[in-house]
């Protein structure tokens, strides 16, 4: 499976992005799909993840409320729109893929295979 994640950009704070993880592969329709996020001297974190049926998701408590991911099985295509934008949102994006039926969806380490990665900055 390859990822490719676009829709980064410079936003005022407030302002909304969406972000979308296109990928190749026949077998999207079975991979959790994930957004996490690393900002500037910091280690890389959970944003929010989708599950394979898009029957459950689950949400970082930082973003809770402003951010919310979907999933278009049909277009190979995850995305994470962000409202509410804050400059603490500033980081690389990155989307990431796996085959997960467990609790472990948090866990970076668990993914076998990421996109590189898109840059959102939100000024204040």
């Known amino acids: 499976v390859q990822l490719q994640a676009s829709g980064g950009g410079t936003v005022q704070a407030g302002g909304s992005l969406r972000l979308s993880c296109a990928a190749s592969?026949?077998?999207?329709?079975?991979?959790?799909m994930t957004w996490f996020r690393r900002a500037p001297g910091k280690e890389r974190e959970f944003v929010t993840a989708i599950s394979w049926s898009a029957g459950a998701t689950a949400i970082a408590d930082s973003v809770k409320g402003r951010f919310s991911i979907s999933r278009d099985n049909a277009k190979n295509t995850v995305y994470l729109q962000m409202n509410s934008l804050r400059p603490e949102d500033t980081a690389v994006y990155y989307c990431?893929?796996?085959?997960?039926?467990?609790?472990?969806?948090?866990?970076?380490?668990?993914?076998?295979?990421w996109g590189r990665g898109t840059q959102v900055t939100v000024s204040s």
């Open positions: 592969g026949r077998t999207f329709s079975s991979y959790t």
């Open positions: 990431a893929a796996d085959y997960l039926r467990g609790p472990d969806y948090y866990r970076s380490r668990v993914y076998a295979y």
